[in-house]
């Protein structure tokens, strides 16, 4: 099964290289996918899939029924979305849209998506069960899987694979990782109320701006002293708005914020214990506060069953030394965790980088670029992973 599966991709890779060129240049904004969403679906039918269009506003469903009795259904994500960068790569399949790019590679996970799905079409005899393919938009706003799943694309999922390119690492090679892979990501709003006053009479107004300095402070030093150095918080301030005129004392000051963690305990007593830092500055200096906590998504926790089906079927298709076990998590976030509330899943990373270059840039760069070579890398561990996954338990 493994050389039909590497046959067939390596048959079609000029096409597939020819998709993600046409997806490179007509890059659209998140839920706005309308184009990539149509060229998608085109794609999967003419391969014989069942597709569902409009699943999540405007993402894409294609199913694909192996000739098996087996009644699980495998789930494989792919997202669809640009970022609104004006693209410097120069390159003949640059974008065509002012403004607009596929800076973080998911024109490559949208192409590995359709070449799984033509692959697998033509092992269908093969397959023992489901195989859905989950064509997602709005990830780079983390909402495109809130908006599939409300649309049922979880429905009586068993497992869900997905992937994201990864520049760090060569192409040719995949990353895995057990346990977490990205972090949750939470919105912090803190308001302070001080009182107005005169600039030379601080005695006779509460300084929000002083004041929203302490808190800011304070947060950043009892995270060191606080947290558990092992489960790693960040909290970044990024905005901070307060303030009339340079000589009057502010009454109101507005900090927003981005809120990350690994561990899921950690998570849950954050916004406690960042409430709590925050009244006892406020309290001790006369302000009142606000503080809105906004859960965003949750951190990607690979399950370990399938990240082991993922690592030896990569390992069977690439062998070990093209594997690599990543120490680190990250602490980007990834709407995948999104899936993973409804079924068990596993996702890995694409290395793209160019091994001549000593340089590639990162994602969400306008001079970010891709050694195309990796996605058949990325077809053929897909689609080998999936074939296997059957005969799991
Ligand atoms: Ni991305």
Redesign the pocket.
Known sequence: MLTDIQDLATKLAPRLIEIRRHLHSHPELSGQEYQTAAFVAGVLSSNGLHVEEGVGKTGVIGELDGTGSDNRILAIRA?MDALPIEERTGLDFTSKTKGIMHA???DIHATVGLGTAMVLADLKEKLPGKVRFLFQPA??IAQGASWMVQDGAMKNVSAILGL?VFPSIAAGTVGLRYGALTAAADDLEIMILGESGHGARPHEAVDAIWIASQVITTLQQAISRTQNPLRPVVLSIGQINGGRAPNIIADKVELRGTVRSLHPETRANLPHWIENIVASVCDSYGAKYQVNYHQGVPSVQNDYALTQLLQASAEEAWGSDRVQVLPEASLGA?DFSVYLDHAPGAMFRLGIGFKDRSHNYP?HHPLFEVDESAIITGVVTMAYTAYKFWSQP
């Open positions: 997202d973080c590679g998911h990830e780079e994201h990834e994602l």
